[in-house]
């Protein structure tokens, strides 16, 4: 996910309720060590190698997951608003609201959607595990058009501090519900694409609220901020549930109509609905504790990979940039009227997380994901040394000068870097490598903890960058990138086209034989 000069992006994910103390699920056998140690009960082999059929229409699931993502465009207009608008309402002269705002006040107006968005991501796992994804994601409209009409009305700062907040908890709401109903409707061939189109319309957001935010009053631009959302609730509206989760819900009836819906009547939607039914009776037969299934070999894996890759998203350096966009433009001799530059990053972030979609599923995650880490860390090793070089020597020095390109040149590749890989695949990532039984909870924590490190990046920028120099602290970001490198390199399997099943066994789990003479 991606973040503004101000504020950071969001999350993706998840499932099922992960407090219960029997949590339903998959099952495996894992191979603990050399001994061959199992544990846990397994599905049949003959599930596992099972040919999956990839027939069926695409485009009712591309038009239910673009449609589902409308949120995600809601949640970035909320992230790039803080761009264009607060340096226009903390100006002395400023007439968008009959009240004086201070820069830190503007600050914390800015930032508090973070922590909207980090006290929402847990519990909205086990709300939409209630009244379904498709429920759950209608609802989010309320609370996003009530933050909306609070900061377009607001008559003081703490109501348009209350409106930010509000939007904060439907924005992070979103990017937990929305990837979740997005990889549960696709079948395994579109699953990275349509799941990067979250991502993807984050980008388009933030990229609307640039151009639009700078050139409209404050107040139009609230309004159309505000209608968004309302958008997104009538044509979602007409789009099926999550057959996944019907089934859970012993709503077989319903889950078919859902899949000849999203795969049309040609397809075998018998096979697959059996499938789902099997999976679901296996879970609710043979129940495990959250503690078992939380602490199982190919869960920890998963955990730790969809923690470090938020991790890594968030200390990526991606705020630094951003923070420097227009003193890079400047640096480089470049004309250019910051919002400009803005729009210009806006656009370039969007072509680009546009082609990771296209992508995603032929290239693979992974090296996907190598590529962005290792491209980051070399434009920001360049950016380090510009910076030190303009702090050592003076901006008008001959070496300086010399590379007056460098800064534009490594800015615009670190932006296309970071939205091909870390900014799309970690929100998915969850999704992928997690099971049923611990999805929502993996997901929902991996999304509390990227907007904690995102409002903690925000919020200390300036004061390290400050202490240590700006130089520095792009080459502390480049040293992370290393460490991601080789994190990824060794640890993170490649997902592309995988079947849950076969991620768990990629993860080290084992399955069990059961044999026909058992089944009868």
Known sequence: MWSNSSDR??????????????????RYVEAEGNNGRMAEVGVSQAVLVEPHSDTGRKLPQYIAALSATLGALAAGSMLGWSSPVILKITQDNSTDYNFSISESQGDWVSSLINLGAAAVCFPIGLIMDILGRKKTMLFLTLPFTIGWLLITFASNVGMLMTGRFITGIAGGAFCVTAPAYTSEIAQ???????????????????????????????FVFNILCTLIPIVFAVTFFFMPESPNFLVVKGRHDE????????????????????????KAEESKNNPISFGSAITKKTALKAVMICYALMLFQQLSGINAVIFNTSKIFKSAGAAIEPAIATIIIGVIQVVATFAS?????????????????????ICSTALGVYFFLQDTHGSDSSIVTALSWLPLVSLSLFIIAFSIGFGPIPWMMAGELCLIDIKAFVSSTAGTLNWLLSFTVTSTFNSLNNSIGS?????????????GFIFIFFIIPETKGKSVDEIQLMLGAEPQTVHTEEKK
């Open 9 to 26: 992006n969001e999350r993706d994910t998840s499932e099922t309720e992960p407090l219960l103390p029997a949590l339903p699920g998959p």
């Open 188 to 218: 395994d061939s579109i699953r990275g694409t349509l799941g990067s189109f979250f991502q993807l319309m984050v980008t388009v957001g933030i990229l609307f609220a640039y151009a639009v935010g700078s050139y409209t009053s404050v």
């Open 255 to 278: 889950a078919r109509d859902s899949l000849i819906r999203l795969r049309g009547r040609n397809y075998d939607v018998d096979s697959e609905l059996t499938s789902l039914q099997t």
């Open 357 to 377: 979609s296209v992508v995603v599923d032929k290239l693979g995650r992974r090296i996907l994901l190598l590529f962005s880490a290792l491209v980051m860390c």
């Open 471 to 483: 130089g520095q602290v792009f080459w502390l970001f480049a040293g992370i990138m290393v460490v």
